[in-house]
């Protein structure tokens, strides 16, 4: 799960190589922390949000169909 969350960050990233993802868990929740520079933060974040989530309910159904719960943090 950490690799398609990686994979998806990474490409919508200009610099690629700066992008970073954390997998800590919080109970029995998975929670990917995503690290991108401040300049990027905002092509990751999207229009009013919309891309994040996205990301979010993509990562989500993925998840929920191994049984699993996940949450995605943006690192400031």
Known sequence: MK???ETV???LADHPDQAR???TF???TVV???E???AERGRLIGREGRTVRALR???AAA???RGQRVMIRIRD
Request: aromatic share 12%.
């Open 63 to 65: 998840a929920s169909a």
């Open 21 to 23: 993802v954390f997998e």
């Open 3 to 5: 690799k398609l969350v």
């Open 9 to 11: 960050v990474r490409r």
């Open 57 to 59: 309910a993509f990562v």
């Open 32 to 34: 990917y922390e995503i």
């Open 36 to 38: 991108v520079p401040e």
């Open 26 to 28: 919080d109970g029995k």
